[in-house]
């Protein structure tokens, strides 16, 4: 070799090495981003997993409390005075009103079933149960117990919820029973799958699949507390919520698993249940893989394309003007591969010298300001965002030129009037200590701003259906009672006043048996209507359970709310409605009123008070208005009555 192909070989190299590193770090953030994407997606979808299973945790907190609270009250009231037929109707319309509950009974201190919505249970000696087992012999007076899911006679399973009833003094008198229907579960569950690739299970503490969605009866009944399961090791961690990325027993396929335990903290449970949200993870990572082939696609193509050009101008370097122009031309060569590079990263890159002037936009950057490369170029910073953008940004844009990186989030209006939310980088150019302006870096994050809102409101429509009575739209029990509470304390408080007013509807069931159950829907609307319509807009009404509703007449004094009940009483007897043949259905209502007084303590004892008082006016003939106490005042019968 030449002492000239020497010199020539080592001003070369050089050039292969700076290349060489070029490639690399293109390489290494390209491969970077890859990773923080699909870190970023792992994690931002085990979020959004938890955060589904914590809106289940919501609902099914509040209806284990509200049919605790109900089977609580069931067994203090199950043997009062009243015959079995009474008894057993009242089941019925409890079954009735509480969703989610298929079957209720009660059973004496002998396992014996005295009471039940359903007639073919009465007789029955369960005391070989493992419910009536654990009760009799438990201590605790508030224990919810929870079955294992059981497989019925109709081939679905169910999971039974157990309270013991205990005598004045304290002495085991036997236990109060609620199956729980599976298809109640359903709408809640589904309503948390937004993917077709998920699933959704709830899950027994001792391992047995409840029910899942979409629905699968291989899986139904599998009980999954096997060593090394996921169900298993979140069970062994202790901790409430856990999410996996592992082989899932159920299906045998790797997918993203979020299991939280279900425990109000107001209730004592004997098991936790589990519910269990699942996404499949090669799904989850379709985008990103095509994404990551093709970057690997392009980055072939650079490395390749770029040395290929490297080797050319090196080629060109040896001859003389020609090769000097050739050279010239590779350089633009490369500039335009370094736009093309930016202009295709997913975001917008821009750069500001110490002036505020604009020396380079990504196509990105110019397509989100209506901006052509021309009109870009020079273009001050103000004159680009306007005053007011401009204000809301300049303390970011100093710190900047100070030297300081700046990372923060701002909702800009697109060229095409649209809002867009952004998450923006402010990364100074310093060279020997000065600033000679700053990089931006603006990320496109409207699409995850907006599924977070839907989220939100999501989760406020759940809390509504909570609270509000499904058919006729105003407060269900659950909600009426806790606004009793509230009212009472009030009461306690500044010495108000409240009434209590309760109602129930003259033979309904023959309303129902005569014209239909559509035609008593539309009367218990219609009912709920005229109680708005005719009560104050402080006062509040609800419906707490079959054809029986509440009101509440707040700071009303007994006088007052006499008056209000015969105007309401009135009002209902004149509201007829018409059954789709055309024919008129008119009713009447007989009413319990209660006042607040020294000696009430809660709702409950507020609202049985009410609940004597319409029991009076039911045993009296009905279509009557009664206060506790005493029936004082009676109306005169209607037509129809």
């Known amino acids: 070799m030449s002492k ?30 890859l990773v923080i994407d699909h870190r970023r997606l792992e994690s931002n979808e085990k979020e959004l997993l938890q955060l589904q299973t914590q809106v289940v945790q919501k609902v099914l907190d509040e209806n284990l409390a509200a049919l605790d609270a109900t089977l609580r009250d069931i067994g203090e009231h199950a043997f009062d005075e009243g015959s079995q037929t009474d ?16 079957t209720l009974t009660i059973m004496d201190a002998a396992g014996v079933i005295r009471a039940s919505n359903r007639a073919e249970l009465l007789g029955i000696n369960a005391s070989q149960r493992d419910y009536y087992r654990a009760l009799a012999s438990s201590t605790d007076p508030n224990l919810l117990y929870v079955s ?16 013991r009833m205990t005598g004045k003094n304290g002495e085991f008198t036997g236990i109060v029973n609620a199956a729980l229907d599976p298809a109640y579960f359903a709408p809640l569950l589904s309503s948390v799958l937004y993917a077709p690739d998920m699933w959704a299970a709830l899950v027994h503490a001792d391992g047995t699949v409840f029910m899942i969605l979409p629905e699968n009866t291989d899986v139904v009944g599998v009980n999954l507390a096997k060593p090394g399961t996921l169900f298993k090791r979140h069970l062994e961690s202790g901790l409430q919520a856990n999410v996996f990325s592992d082989n899932v027993y159920l299906t045998g396929e790797y997918r993203f698993l979020a299991l939280r335990t279900i425990t109000p903290s107001n209730i004592s449970m004997s098991s936790p249940l589990i519910i269990g949200i699942s996404r499949d993870v090669e799904t989850v990572f379709t985008e990103w893989r095509s994404t990551a082939i093709l970057q690997i696609i392009f980055l072939a193509g650079v490395i390749l394309s770029s040395s290929l050009l490297l080797g050319g101008f090196q080629r060109r370097q040896r001859a003389n003007e020609r090769e000097l122009a050739q050279a010239s031309h590779a350089l633009v060569e490369r500039n335009r591969f370094i736009r093309t590079v930016t202009d295709n990263i997913p975001g917008l890159v821009a750069y500001w010298n110490s ?55 701002r909702t800009l209006t697109k060229a095409d ?12 150019d310093v060279e020997n200590g000065k600033t000679l302006g700053f990089y931006v870096l603006v990320s496109d994050v409207t699409e995850l701003k907006n599924t977070q809102a839907e989220l939100e409101q999501r989760i406020q429509e759940l809390d509504l259906l909570a609270t509000t009575d499904a058919l006729t739209g105003i407060a269900n029990r659950r909600r009426f009672l806790e606004r009793t509470r509230e009212e009472i304390a009030r009461c306690k408080r500044y010495g108000t006043s409240l009434i209590f007013l309760m109602m129930d509807v003259d033979h309904f069931k ?103 008082a319409l029991y009076h006016a039911k045993r009296t003939g009905r279509d009557r208005i009664c206060w506790h106490g005493e029936c004082q005042t009676q109306v005169q019968p209607s037509p129809g009555s």
Request: aromatic share 8%; with cysteine; charged share 25%.
């Open 355 to 409: 002036d505020l002037r604009c020396e380079y936009a990504n196509k990105a950057y110019l397509e989100w300001f209506g901006r052509t490369d021309e009109q870009m170029r020079g273009i001050t910073i103000q004159e680009l965002f306007g005053n007011t953008l401009f204000v809301k940004n300049e303390p970011y844009i100093r710190a900047a030129l100070r030297g300081e990186p700046q990372v923060f989030e």
């Open 417 to 428: 009037g649209t809002a867009g939310h952004t998450l923006a980088r402010y990364i100074p």
């Open 87 to 102: 008894l057993d109707h009242r089941l019925t319309l409890l079954t009735m009103a509480l969703s989610g509950v298929r």
């Open 4 to 33: 000239y192909q020497l010199v020539h070989f080592s001003s070369l190299t050089p050039q292969w090495i700076i290349h060489c590193m070029g490639l690399l770090i293109i390489s290494v953030v390209m491969g970077g981003n």
């Open 510 to 612: 023959t309303v129902n048996d005569t014209y239909g159950h559509d035609a008593g829907d539309r009367l218990l609307k219609m009912l709920a209507t005229t109680m708005k319509d005719t009560l104050r807009v402080t006062d509040m009404v609800g419906r707490l359970g079959g054809e029986e509703f509440g009101a509440l007449l707040i700071e009303d004094t007994s006088e007052s709310a006499d008056a209000v009940a015969r105007r309401l009483h009135e009002a209902l007897r004149n509201a007829c409605i018409l059954t789709e043949t055309g024919q008129e259905i008119c009713f009447t209502v007989s009413m319990g009123l209660a006042e607040f007084e020294e000696g009430v303590d809660s709702a409950e004892e507020l609202m049985r008070r009410a609940d004597t």
């Open 148 to 163: 294992p899911p059981s497989k019925t006679s109709l081939g679905t399973y169910t999971i039974i919820l157990s309270r």
